[in-house]
């Protein structure tokens, strides 16, 4: 088959699957329905009432559920970055129905891939993705330690607190770097710059933009005034660099406010629930006390809200680190931060009440007579696409167990493709249209054509083509293999008919164009 007849077949594909599910992209409602979980995590919480999140074994209670391989689907991209490969899809199908999504989930946290991945998702929200001031800064270093931790399961708010106190030399301490990555050194301030801490902690971890303030009281009728930004700041100048790395001293913080003729002494304050605060321990100390107290909300609100955001790859709150202080708020915010903070922030605990509620698990279709939202199809980010289109070369899972080859040549050609087809960057959930370049980057790119190729050992295609039994079981794996679904009856008969009488060479080729063009559709491409 000629190439121009596989662009028309992608043309005709692209279309139907818009027409199929009619998707708008549609901002959730401030009152969301209610949000029900379908599944019993083992969990009790006596702190809590968690009412709104029913429990139930029942897989049939949510109405229009999305397929198992849709969520399957869903599951591994949110948490590792790329599509499941077929070795995984088996495994999954051969496991009890009812069993499942907690299998699953239980076979994702124990993947390096997806603390890794995950790490790197949150790394953004702390530290941007600059590489920052070489002589004091590796974020690499920060991002394993990050991965490391979420490994471990550590509680998120032990995570928060160990970076906004980090002390020591930025290699032996990676935390230290959260700090250091403000540094400039074309500035002749030394050490650590309050005024971007301030602004970080306030965005990443309670999800409030109060650095908006921090030149001139808010004059939109927000409660915010320009001291109330730089009062969070003065609990960072005592953050200097010494010999011995980050070191607390007692350096007071200065700051010349508008229509001020100089800068006067700020002391430490917190803009909200000021009765949190601790009276003991250092300025870091008492900030990171409360930033994460459990009675201070906005923290779990923050924590749910960036979670669902990688799950969906869409907020419950839009833009994802300005969440209103005192609301409104959709139920799902309010019903998963009192779970997080039951739960004492478990990472993993809060991802499985996600995954198991029917807002994950329902379909992306659009259903007229369904009470609950369907589930919002997104655009794949960069390194998803890049993720995917090399796991659907390889049967098996490409991860920490695959040969070092596969592995060096994964984190080669993804960084390669990223570079070209554009790295989403810090602002990482804003909704923005694919570009004419970035499909061209997919179409006609080195990365595609490379996994695509004839080649047995390194690419499925290949590999599909020459072992399997049968044409219709060669469709079926590709399908499988790129879009994580079975091919239709109607997509089998037609592929089968064009492989048909087609031998050796010509039937490599034809494999090769058929994963092509499986990997240049729009269902690929979207998370759905």
Known sequence: MTRLTFISLWLLTTVSLVLFWLYQDKPYPPSAPKFENTTNTGKTHDKQSTSSLTQSLERNLIQNRASDLEILRRLSMALTGTIPSVEWIRDYEAW????????????????????????????????????????????????????EMIHANRPYDQIVKKLITAKGIWTSKPEVNFLTATIDPNNDKEGPDEIKLAARVSRAF???????????DDMFGDRWKQKDFHQMASFFS????????????????????????????????????????????????????????????????ALVNRVWAMMFNKPLVNPVDSIPVEGPFPEALESLANEAIASGFDLRHLITMIANSSRFQITSRTLDQSETPPFPMTRLRPEQVAGSIIQSASLETVDADSHILSRVIRILQQGEFIKRYGDAGEDEFVGTGGTIPQRLTVMNGKLVEERTEENLVMNAATRIGALAPNDSVAVEMAYLATLTRRPTESETQYFINRFRGKKKKKRATEMQDLFWSLINSTEFAWNH
């Open 96 to 147: 009890p129905e009812d069993q499942r999504i907690s299998l699953a989930l239980e076979r994702i946290f124990g993947d390096r891939r997806s603390s890794d991945y995950l790490a790197e998702r949150f790394a953004r929200a702390f530290v941007g993705v600059e590489n920052g001031p070489f002589l004091v800064y590796r974020r690499r270093r920060m991002v394993d330690d990050l991965s």
């Open 206 to 216: 309670l999800g409030i933009r109060i650095d908006c303030v921090q030149c001139h």
């Open 238 to 301: 005592g953050a200097e660099m010494s010999l011995t790395g980050l070191i607390e001293s007692e350096k007071p913080y200065k700051y010349r406010y508008k229509r001020q003729p100089a800068p006067a002494l700020v002391p430490p304050q917190v803009p909200f629930n000021e009765s949190l605060l601790p009276a003991e321990g250092s300025l870091r100390e008492r900030l990171a006390a409360w930033v994460t107290h459990p009675e201070n909300k906005p923290f779990a609100r």
